[in-house]
């Protein structure tokens, strides 16, 4: 695949209680794991707090920047949900309610109030995104998907996320794990093979477990199964060939 054919992605995590330390962030996670069953690269995570300008700024360049953009959380009732309203100043349009989501919390709460009203904010030209768990839709805007931030419901919006995609080759990877030896001691032929392969993601990360137990994880991802089994047997090679001898071969 050709970076021209890549498929990429950012996520936008709005809120100040992530900022803040008060919540942590589960989503990233699920996304990144999810937007890799399609193919699809997630470049860039950034987080930003309720503020219009701060969402405005970092949706418009998110948006130029990758194919899709998804965000969550800001969508709820309270006066910090500001990302609808900002998604839309983000595209030059207004936010007026949306006639189904207002149908929606017509029927469970009778005639909403201001509060809930919010949630039925959908920016001029959007689409609903399907909540199949609690509570309103999410929203694509163009290529901005706008989600919830509670993770059992932002999960759940993503299924009707997926089959909108543009998807590429999904990534394939192997992990040749490397026990006794230091980073030190394996940087030079992770690197050889590294130069070797240039459209191959390859890493290293390290591990211990007390008292003695230490080594590192060589992660080598592609598109190309056979280019990344053909680097891993080179890299098993030059670590063989270095009297590395404690190696072993992991999937994934």
Same mark, same amino acid.
């Given at each position: 695949?050709?970076?021209? #054919?890549?498929?990429?992605?950012?996520?936008?995590?709005?809120?100040?209680?992530?900022?803040?330390?008060?919540?942590?962030?589960?989503n990233? @996670?699920?996304?990144? !794991?999810?937007?890799? %069953?399609?193919?699809?690269?997630?470049? /860039?995570?950034?987080?930003?707090?309720?503020?219009?300008q701060?969402?405005?700024?970092?949706?418009?360049?998110?948006?130029?920047?990758?194919?899709?953009?998804?965000?969550?959380?800001?969508?709820?009732?309270?006066?910090?949900?500001?990302t609808?309203?900002?998604?839309? !100043?983000?595209?030059?349009?207004?936010?007026? #309610?949306?006639? /189904?989501? =207002?149908?929606?919390?017509?029927?469970?709460?009778?005639?909403?109030?201001?509060?809930?009203?919010?949630?039925?904010?959908? &920016?001029?030209?959007?689409?609903?995104v399907? @909540?199949?768990?609690?509570?309103?839709?999410?929203?694509?805007? #163009?290529? +901005?998907?706008?989600?919830?931030?509670?993770?059992?419901? =932002?999960?759940? =919006?993503?299924?009707?996320?997926? &089959?909108?995609l543009?998807?590429?080759?999904? +990534?394939?990877? %192997?992990?040749?794990?490397?026990?006794?030896?230091? #980073?030190?001691?394996?940087?030079?032929?992770?690197?050889?093979v590294?130069?070797?392969?240039?459209?191959?993601?390859?890493?290293?990360?390290?591990?211990?477990?007390?008292?003695? +137990?230490?080594?590192?994880?060589?992660?080598?991802?592609?598109?190309?199964?056979?280019?990344?089994?053909?680097?891993?047997?080179?890299?098993? !090679?030059?670590?063989?060939?270095?009297?590395?001898? @404690?190696?072993?071969?992991?999937?994934?």
């Amino acid at each position: 695949m050709t970076a021209s #054919e890549r498929v990429t992605a950012a996520v936008l995590i709005i809120g100040d209680e992530i900022l803040s330390g008060r919540t942590q962030d589960v989503n990233l @996670n699920a996304i990144a !794991k999810y937007l890799a %069953t399609y193919g699809v690269d997630l470049c /860039e995570a950034r987080v930003v707090p309720d503020v219009e300008q701060e969402i405005i700024d970092a949706v418009n360049a998110l948006r130029i920047k990758y194919d899709y953009v998804i965000t969550t959380g800001g969508i709820g009732p309270t006066h910090d949900d500001i990302t609808a309203d900002s998604v839309a !100043k983000a595209f030059g349009v207004t936010a007026p #309610e949306h006639p /189904e989501i =207002m149908a929606m919390l017509r029927e469970r709460w009778g005639e909403p109030n201001a509060a809930r009203r919010r949630m039925a904010h959908v &920016p001029e030209g959007g689409s609903l995104v399907k @909540n199949p768990v609690q509570g309103p839709p999410g929203f694509q805007k #163009e290529n +901005v998907f706008v989600l919830a931030g509670v993770p059992a419901i =932002m999960r759940g =919006m993503l299924d009707d996320v997926g &089959p909108r995609l543009r998807t590429g080759a999904v +990534v394939v990877a %192997t992990t040749v794990r490397v026990t006794g030896s230091g #980073e030190g001691t394996i940087a030079a032929p992770l690197e050889a093979v590294a130069k070797a392969h240039p459209d191959l993601s390859i890493g290293s990360y390290p591990f211990f477990a007390p008292p003695d +137990v230490y080594g590192a994880s060589l992660v080598i991802r592609g598109r190309d199964p056979a280019e990344v089994e053909a680097a891993a047997v080179e890299l098993e !090679k030059s670590l063989a060939d270095l009297g590395v001898s @404690n190696v072993a071969r992991l999937e994934a």
